[in-house]
């Protein structure tokens, strides 16, 4: 048999490539959202404080298992609570949704290339020389995400719960709450659409609606809750940033009503 004889192909140093396109330029919105993100979710988590107004309830601290607000479900921080360590409502639940977010398909890939630049772009070189891909520690623990996407979905129907509550302000002096349509109860309830246009296109919901068959095409098992989130899922990054962008911009709102810097507005 013949051979073709093939050049010997050298490996690219960090960030050589004969691309000549702005290939970077993707990389960069990442990065500078994703780091915003996650320094004012870290510092608003350790507030502590101004995380509801009215019927409002931050989503960053829902469901508010322990703490000082009426939205408490076990009362405040209890007595045995040791005294180094800091506690806020926050911090016993963001843990779900970030482990979820940061372990999502979507996410991946782009943190993968615009933080790790492993690799920076398609075609452009990298600044590793092995790839162990995701079989051991600690990227193994991305396979946790179905178990994320599970904790999630309870997560998201409190939130659920969170808007129908929103729609229920006490007035001064009274007891019976009415029902009324305020700016934040609005701004909730996007919130939700938002994170469900997110959570029920997540791949990890795809397979569980009906990835356990090799083919679907024609099969009975291809539902209409399935192509649903098919349809989702071709625009989970739009939703994944739209929803990322929103759930931090409810916590902002709710925190500047409290702190007396915005109004919240009642429409009905
Ligand atoms: Fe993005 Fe599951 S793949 S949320």
């Known amino acids: 048999m013949a051979h073709a004889p093939l050049p010997v192909i050298q490996r690219r140093r960090f960030g050589e490539t004969l691309r000549r396109d702005a290939w970077w330029v993707s990389s960069v919105p990442v990065v500078v959202i994703l780091t915003a993100f996650i320094a004012y979710a870290t ?3 350790f507030q502590n404080a101004h995380y509801t107004f009215g019927p409002y309830l931050s989503p960053f601290y829902s469901p508010e298992l322990l703490g000082d607000s009426p939205h408490a479900w076990f009362g405040p921080k209890p007595v045995w609570w040791p005294g180094w360590l800091p506690f806020s409502p926050a911090l016993l639940i963001l843990p779900i949704p970030a482990s979820f977010r940061f372990s999502c398909y979507y996410y991946r890939g782009s943190y993968y290339k615009a933080f790790w630049q492993d690799p920076p772009a398609c075609a452009v070189g990298e600044p590793r020389k092995t790839y162990l891909g995701e079989r051991f520690l600690p990227l193994s623990l991305q396979n946790f995400h179905r178990y994320g996407l599970l904790a999630s979905l309870i997560v998201w129907f409190v939130l659920v ?4 509550r929103a729609f229920w302000f006490t007035a001064p002096g009274v007891t019976q709450a009415t029902f009324g349509i305020g700016v934040g109860s609005l701004i909730l309830l996007l919130n939700v659409i938002l994170l469900g246009g997110y959570l ?3 791949h990890s919901f795809r397979h569980v ?4 068959r090799d083919v679907l095409s024609g099969s009975t098992t291809r539902t209409i809750a399935y192509d649903c989130s098919s349809c989702l899922n071709r625009a989970h990054m739009k939703w994944a940033w739209a929803s990322l962008l929103w759930v931090a911009f409810a916590d902002l709102y709710i925190r500047l009503c409290s702190l007396g810097i915005w109004t919240d507005v009642r429409i009905v």
């Open 43 to 45: 510092w608003a988590a």
């Open 161 to 164: 719960w969170d808007v129908w």
């Open 200 to 202: 029920f296109g997540c």
């Open 209 to 212: 609606l009906g990835g356990y």
